[in-house]
Each structure stands twice: as structure tokens, then as C-alpha cells.
């Protein structure tokens, strides 16, 4: 009994055991299982807040990329508006041309149909007034037989005598009246031909300046662009080859320099410069030769457009590129692309109305001071080096002689030539084309004459063709011919040493010797 007791016992004991274990067991996994309930809300939490923060950046960096884009947009939509006012500009003006051309038709057309028909009359006219001249030639031999008692052989023979004699004279002060209303015909025709091509090509010119203004949005600018003791304005004038000149002048900084290409990308650079707000010599070394390749784009598109407005076609692309630099070459205040322009357009004119060829004028005038773009670069005038760049790129002989002969340095041996000659008189000549400072220009001749007159030997010199050229008459008995050579090549190294001058100055030394004897 006491057995059973101890055994019931153990039972119950293991059974308490076994329940307490399993309580304790299912308790502690409930408080695991609230421990990490606990720990993923907090993992969710916080991965849901990294969520919405990464959320928010992405919509931020969205609407930055969105607006970026939009700017851009709007900016070449801008540009695009602008390039489609400009070519319904041009169509319109187009239009307005073709009608002028058109109404000149119709009334030329009007005018020569009432000629006709004057003409139609006038024979007519001439017709019956033969008929009745018969009629009285017969009547009139008729008579002569009767008073005269000549047959009419004879009678013929006598008045066509008289009638030849007076053909005769009358024949020779027709002649020299048709002579003289021609000649004053011809210089009046030729006085409108001129007038009207002068009239139909209107361009606008720009003043040749040693200056460009740069404007700046503020004063501030201005100790940023000089730098920590000058070194970035150095470093500017080093890169462009101009010299910045920095006052008090408000909001406003000034370019100097002679070459018009070097000025456009100085001041291109400093707007670039300004704008990006960093300056600094490897700043300003990096814009300046970013701006450089955009010019040379720049140039090769001024070319193309220039080609396109004169409508010559089948250019080279280096004298394309090469007619582009024009547009930053000058000419005693005169722009030579827009020079170049107006040539090619009067002599287009001229040619249409004297009946030569039209497409070799406006190409040799549109070429003819193409060696203007690198005459300070090549040795030679501007025509030699025009001459040489047309050979070179396959230009047809005729646009080659159109070159050079515009300013009359070899005999003319066609039509064409002659017109681009008259064209670049007419651009280069007519009121507000050209200036240049009367003092300098007297000056200039002044200082060539004086260098010539302070040689030994020299009698007189006389600087022409607004100096390009001196000519330097020296005393025989003091100067032998072998002298004379020297003394052309010294005054001529002289004149490039001490002046400054255009182009070329052509020395010419003349000796001349003479004897005199007296026959009594």
C-alpha cells in the first residue's frame, strides 16, 4: 500500500513536471515571439521612413531633371521661333521682290506690245505713203519727158545722180547725229544701269572700331576678373592677344585690339566667364579654347550663308570657310563679307543688263577679295593670294581673271572682269562706305615721303594710290643703276621698320638721264 502510494506520487510529480515545463516552454516562446514582433515593427518602421526619405529624393531629382529639361525645351523652342521668323522674314522679303520683278515684266511687256503696235502703224503708214510716192514718180517722169524732151532713161539718169549726191550729204549728217545721240545715249544708259544697281543693293555697314564694350551684371565682376594680383587678367590677354581695360565706367568692361576675331573671342570668353561665375587661369585657358572651336563653326556658317544669299553654289569648303573670316576683316571702316555681298549683287545686276554672264560675275565678285581673309598671315597683296587660293581649289579661269584684274594690275580680257572692277568701285566708293582719319591717311604719306627724301641721291619721292606705293626719282650723277637697286631695297626695309601700313607699299627708284645740246 505504502508502495502504491510513493509510485501514484512519482506519477503526479512527473505529471506537474511535464505540465510546468510545457507552461514555462509556451511562455517563453510567447515572449520570443513578442521580442521579435517587436524588432520587425521596428525594421519596418525604419525601412519604411528610408522608403519615403529615398522617395522624396527620387521626386526631387524628378522635378530637377523635369525642369532642367523644360528650360532647355523652352530655350530651343526660343531659338527655333526665332529661326522661323527670320526665314518667313526672308521668304517675304523674297516675295516682295518676285512681285517688284514681276510688275517690271508686265509693264516692259505692255511697253513693248504699244511698240509693236506704233511700229505696226508706222508701216502702215509707210506702205501708203510708197504707193502715193509711185504715183508721183510717175507723174512726174511723165512730166519731165514732156518739158525736157529726155527720155525717161535719160532723165533717170540725171535725177538719180542728183537723188545720190544728195543721199550723200544727208546720209553724212545722219551718220554723225545717230553718232552723237548714241554716245549721249549710251552715257545716259549706262549713268541709270549704275543708279539702279546702286539702288537695289542696300547693305548696311559696319564701322571698323578698335574697341568692343562688354557688359557685366555688376562691379563686383571686376575684381574677379583682375584676380589675386592681376594674374587672371593676364592670363586673358596671354590666351585672346587683347589687352582688357577695367575704369570706373559702370557695369561695362572694355576689349582693345586691332585684329576684329581676336576682340569677338575675348568678348565671347568673358561672357562665358561671368556667366559660369569661376575665374581662374585654368578656367579661363579652357573657355577661351571652347570658344575658339565654336568661332571656327561660327565662320564655316557665316560662309555657307553668305554662299546661299548670293546664290553661288559648288564652293570648296575651305573658300566657304575662308569667305566666313571675312566676317571679322575690315577695310577702312568697311565690313568685307558684307562688301563681298554687295559686289557679288551688283555685279549681277550690271551683267543681267549688258548681256554677259551672269554666274561668272556674282562668283568672281563674291571672290574677288577672298585673299583679304589671310593677308596678314601670307605673304602678298590680297590679289595674289586671292589668285592662289581660286587655283588651288579648282576655280574655273575666268573667276581666276576676275580676281585679278579688279584692281587693274593686268589687262582685262572679258566683260566679266570689267564689271566686278566697276562693282567693287561702285561698293567700296559710294557716300558711307569707307572712312578712314583724314590726319592718319596724311600723315601716313607724309612719313612714307620723308623716309624716300632722306636718302642721298634723291631728287623727289611721291607716295600714290593712297600709299600703297612710292615713287622715288633720284639725280643721276649721284645715283648709278646698280645704286638705285640698293637704294629701293633700303627705303623699302626702312618703311617696314618704322611704319604701319596696310597690305603692301610697292618702292620704285626712277633714274632717268638726259642730254641736252643746243643746234646753232
Not at 517690271?104 to 505713203?129: A, F, G, M, Y
Not at 592681376?230 to 586673358?236: A, F, K, L, V
Not at 585684329?259 to 568678348?267: H, K, L, S, V
Not at 574655273?396 to 568701285?425: F, K
Amino acid at each position: 500500500m505504502q508502495t502504491a502510494v510513493i509510485v501514484i506520487s512519482i506519477l503526479f510529480a512527473l505529471v506537474v513536471g511535464f505540465l510546468g515545463g510545457y507552461f514555462l516552454k509556451v511562455l517563453l516562446e510567447r515572449k520570443v515571439a513578442e521580442k521579435s514582433h517587436k524588432s520587425a515593427s521596428k525594421i519596418i518602421e525604419k525601412a519604411l521612413a528610408e522608403a519615403s526619405t529615398l522617395k522624396k529624393e527620387a521626386m526631387l531629382e524628378a522635378k530637377e531633371e523635369t525642369h532642367k529639361h523644360k528650360v532647355q525645351f523652352e530655350q530651343e523652342l526660343r531659338e527655333r521661333r526665332g529661326e522661323v521668323a527670320r526665314l518667313e522674314s526672308r521668304v517675304n522679303s523674297r516675295e516682295e521682290q518676285l512681285s517688284k520683278r514681276e510688275e517690271t515684266i508686265t509693264n516692259r511687256e505692255l511697253s513693248i506690245e504699244s511698240i509693236r503696235s506704233n511700229i505696226e502703224n508706222t508701216k502702215k503708214q509707210v506702205d501708203k505713203n510708197l504707193v502715193d510716192a509711185k504715183a508721183k514718180v510717175q507723174d512726174a517722169v511723165t512730166k519731165l519727158e514732156k518739158i525736157t524732151g529726155l527720155t525717161k532713161a535719160q532723165a533717170k539718169k540725171e535725177l538719180v545722180e542728183s537723188l545720190v549726191d544728195d543721199a550723200k550729204t544727208d546720209a553724212a549728217e545722219m551718220v554723225k547725229r545717230i553718232e552723237n545721240d548714241a554716245q549721249e545715249d549710251a552715257e545716259k544708259r549706262a549713268r541709270n544701269i549704275i543708279t539702279q544697281a546702286v539702288q537695289r543693293v542696300n547693305a548696311d555697314h559696319s564701322s571698323e572700331v578698335m574697341i568692343s564694350s562688354v557688359a557685366i551684371p555688376n562691379d563686383d565682376i571686376k575684381g574677379k576678373l583682375i584676380g589675386r594680383e592681376g594674374r587672371n587678367i593676364r592670363s586673358i590677354e596671354a590666351a585672346t592677344g587683347v589687352e582688357l581695360i577695367i575704369d570706373d565706367t559702370p557695369e561695362t568692361i572694355t576689349v582693345s585690339g586691332f585684329d576684329p576675331y581676336r576682340r569677338e573671342i575675348a568678348r565671347r570668353a568673358i561672357e562665358k566667364l561671368v556667366s559660369d561665375g569661376r575665374i581662374h587661369p585654368g578656367r579661363i585657358e579652357e573657355v577661351v579654347a571652347h570658344v575658339k572651336k565654336d568661332m571656327e563653326v561660327a565662320i564655316k556658317e557665316a560662309g555657307e550663308q553668305l554662299a546661299y544669299n548670293c546664290k553661288v553654289h559648288g564652293l570648296h569648303p575651305e573658300i566657304v570657310k575662308t569667305l566666313g573670316r571675312l566676317k571679322y576683316r575690315t577695310s577702312y571702316g568697311q565690313n568685307i563679307l558684307n562688301h563681298s555681298r554687295e559686289v557679288c549683287h551688283v555685279a549681277g545686276l550690271l551683267a543681267v543688263e549688258l548681256g554677259a554672264n551672269e554666274a561668272i560675275a556674282k562668283r568672281g565678285g563674291l571672290l574677288h577679295d577672298l585673299g583679304k581673309a589671310t593677308d596678314h598671315e601670307v605673304d602678298g597683296t590680297h590679289v595674289s593670294i586671292g589668285v592662289d587660293l581660286a587655283k588651288k581649289y579648282k576655280e574655273s579661269p575666268e573667276v581666276i581673271h576676275c580676281i585679278e584684274a579688279h584692281h587693274g594690275d593686268v589687262p582685262y580680257n572679258s566683260l566679266e572682269a570689267i564689271i566686278v572692277q566697276v562693282a567693287d568701285a561702285i561698293s567700296s566708293t559710294r557716300p558711307g562706305a569707307r572712312r578712314e582719319n583724314v590726319e592718319n591717311y596724311v600723315q601716313r604719306l607724309k612719313d612714307l615721303e620723308a623716309i624716300a627724301d632722306s636718302k642721298p641721291g634723291v631728287d623727289k619721292a611721291y607716295a600714290i594710290s593712297a600709299g600703297r606705293e612710292i615713287r622715288v626719282i633720284v639725280r643721276p650723277s649721284d645715283v648709278s643703276d646698280e645704286k638705285a637697286v640698293f637704294l629701293a631695297k633700303e627705303i623699302a626695309k626702312e618703311i617696314e621698320e618704322k611704319m604701319t601700313y596696310p597690305g603692301q607699299v610697292k618702292v620704285n627708284v626712277i633714274r632717268e638721264l638726259r642730254h641736252t645740246e643746243v643746234a646753232k
